[in-house]
């Protein structure tokens, strides 16, 4: 089982740059896959990223370009480097490993 901790979230003006983090507790982190995924008000959680260990990241469309994935094993810490952003990247983001999920983290770009 593996408990994930996020951290990061606020709120940034269109153009801006956030990182979030996703620390994750217990051995599975380092073999497994991070998912991100967020949730804007009234919308259904749509998948961001992922990334895998010794993997090439993959990004969706709306945020190829402009977000990038990182992980560092020896801190069982996954990164989401967020520029560029958008209004529309208002959204609660969420990490997600083997089925578990952060506890989520807001983020709020004003335009």
């Known amino acids: 089982q593996v408990q994930l901790v996020e951290s990061g979230g606020g709120l940034v003006q269109a153009g801006g740059s956030l990182r979030l983090s996703c620390a994750a507790s217990?051995?599975?982190?380092?073999?497994?896959?991070m998912y991100w995924h967020r949730q804007a008000p009234g919308k259904q959680r749509e998948w961001v990223a992922v990334?895998?260990?010794?993997?090439?990241?993959v990004y969706a469309d709306s945020v190829k370009g402009r977000f990038t994935v990182s992980r560092d094993n020896a801190k069982n810490t996954a990164y989401l480097q967020m520029d560029s952003l958008k209004p529309e990247d208002t959204a609660v983001y969420y990490c997600?490993?083997?089925?578990?999920w952060g506890q989520g983290t807001q983020v709020t770009v004003s335009s």
């Open positions: 990334s895998t260990p010794g993997g090439i990241p």
């Open positions: 217990g051995n599975a982190f380092r073999s497994n896959a």
């Open positions: 997600m490993c083997r089925g578990e």
